[in-house]
């Protein structure tokens, strides 16, 4: 078992290149995406375009937290929404508003609700100054406004330090470092078949090594790249300005059932496909899919329909996902991450028990 | 030529399983996510589905009536106390902001049940519902005493969600500020004018907001169409590690060899590969365009100018990922590895799928993203099909298509100058 774990290790140092260049690719991607470094604190930003001057509107619409209004022109906006590079543009006219929209985009939707409210408290105030005529209205109005009859308080049962932004950043690290990490074990998953098919599995098994010893070299040297991967890359941005939680206990638990459950998934896979150049095919699209129904590229609370939620939770990474974001973001311990992680645990046992019969039964 | 192209296409043909899941695994999942979004975003407009569970802490009348008691203990003439009564008796607040999610706008978005403070946990907890919203006791009472009497602090909705920064946290919270903006406006009016002043006069002013559409058909690019070319430009982009994985099999069983021992230019070879290339992505946008169109009436224009034009991106867009597969063929037989095709299929697709703009619009990435993911060739195909969905004329487009055959052009090039010289092919 250690030998062909040993062998793996020599073979992986003598081609390093694929497991630098996707550690490389990992961290670059989540740099470029979510910046390296403490965040600026961003906010959403609206491209706006007018045909008169809508300094004033300006003002009252950049008064919000989440929104960052930015004027462009008439024309980079119609070229911009036609592109596609952006879905909408909000034009401002002399007391009112229109969106023009290319595709449609469901964050909209909160902002054409504070536009609205901005528009409709301005227009009413103009409106009021101009009935009365009294200057002063205004600003006894303001006043009156700043000690409100009514108001609401917030509060939330997953409660973090992190605003919006933030949590994107972090939503990208995980996500991304856990799907990356898939090809890198996958990859090397595929040494198993390139092993069957050019006869060394064939040699060492008349060799007095066991079989289960020659999986297990394999499964562990690919749960070893895998887990490696994503702690050198969560390691790595923990000295970027990214603050992963002191507790590295249940991260390492969660990091560690999840490579585990990709790596049986893996084999799952191999016991379908026989070839490598099939299961170059297959791979990435296995990866993808799941990332993108799990929740890795987009968090998976903004999915609301039942199907979805449903079919993500058939997904490994949905759980990796919740556990390291229970640790990392959260805070919180063992108890929070027990339910993610045995689930994780479970898939893993059961598809590698097919995968691996699977393999075997191909096999004869 | 013809021989190199006819081996190719047999040797796919003979992978079947290969070739279905290149094609059809993209169509499931375009399939799985568009009944998702076809919830999401359906026909009517209706953005989102979500349940709020509202616990009424708070008796309208009892506090209403409280109210009145204290009025008449007050030191006021019989004409102001009757005043206050009158006009305060009219104000109804827990049955206004319960009115606002009857609206004919929030109707089919929002659903509201009302629930004991424990069910409503429990519900939140188990995410059966977004979010609670608690009128707490004496809500009314409270509100009453400061718009009249401006006494007290006011009365306070509480909101309760799971996370506070989610898109539904967002979107309610929104709709409660918009209900106590309004209201408090409202207030601060009548307390500042002493009531002399209606302020709801808002129909005499034109009606607020609207929306546009560049389109010449008027009607949005939908979520739907968006996706299924976002990601059938991004699953094209496998083809090409696809068929140079092939290659690499060739050259590990010698076949490549031959070739060139029987005298043929490598220049055939390439370009064999780049022929096939186009031919895959050709077929995968072919059955995926019209699976979709089939099954979901994905695109609605059924004019033959409509096809021709997409079909005309389409075959652009195929040369572009076929000198593609030529570049990676070069590379994966010159390093004699795979290597670069698992990089290519695991690494470098997705990157090219973000940046260009497969999973969602870059618009709120740095601007430099947005430039880089226009020369990739799924960014530019993107961004191509878009506008010729909106109506856009085929010269407009010329731009792009230059990109896309430069850069086609240029990777074509490179695959020959990379592709070992005779002798070196070990």
Redesign the interface.
Known sequence: MISVLLLQLVRMKRSPILVLSFLVLTILFVGVMAGFGASSDETETIYVYSEIDATPWLELLNESDDFQFEVITKQEAQTQVKTGELNYALEIQNNNYQFLIGTEDPDQISVEQYVNRTFEKERKLRQISRVTGEESIREQIETELANPTLSISTEAVNSSNYSNADLSRYQILIGMTLYFAIYTIFYHLINIVVEKQTGTWNRLILSPIQKWQMYVGHLFYCFLIGFLQIGVVFFIFSFLGYDLGAQWGPVIVAIASYVFAIVSLGMLIMGVATTPQQLQAINPIVATGMAMLGGAFWPIEAVSNSFMVALSKGMPIMYGMEALKATMLYQQGFSAILEPVSILLLFGVISMGVGINLMERVKH | MWNFLKKDMTVLKR?R??LM??IL??F??IA??G???R???SEEGE????TIAIVPEDHEQEGNDMFQADIEQLELSEQEKAMIDSTASEIM?VTMFRDIFQSDELKGMIETVDMSEKEANEA??KDEIEAIITIPTDFTYQ?LQ??FLGRGE??????????????????V??????F??????Q???A???QGS?N?D??SS??T????????TTDK????M??YTIGMSV??VL?AA??IA??AY?EKKQHVLNRIILSGKSPIMYISSKFISGISIVMLQLIILFTLSTVLFQTFEQLTLRFWLGIALISFILACAVGALSALLTSIAVRLD???I???F???????FA?LG?S???????PTF??EIGEWTPNGAA??AY??WM?G?GLSNLMPIFLKLVVMAGCLFICSLIIFPKRRRIA
């Open positions: 992978e399983t290969e899941i290149l695994m993209p499931i999942l799985i996510l009944f998702a979004l919830g999401i975003w953005a989102l589905n979500m607040p939140l907890r509100m400061k718009m006011g009365s306070e909705l509480q909101l309760k969600v799971q996370e506070k920064e989610s898109f539904y946290t967002r979107i919270e929104n709709i409660m500020e918009s106590t903006q309004s209201f408090n406006f207030t601060a009016v307390v500042v004018t002043l302020v006069h808002s002013l034109e607020l907001g609207g929306t546009t559409t560049i389109s949005p690019i939908t979520a169409q968006y991004m699953f496998y590690s696809t994985s092939y099999v590895s795979d290597h095709n698992g990089l299929a695991g690494g470098i697709t997705t990157v973000f703009g999973f969602f619009p870059t618009d709120q990435l993203i947005g993107l961004s878009i506008q909106q856009t």
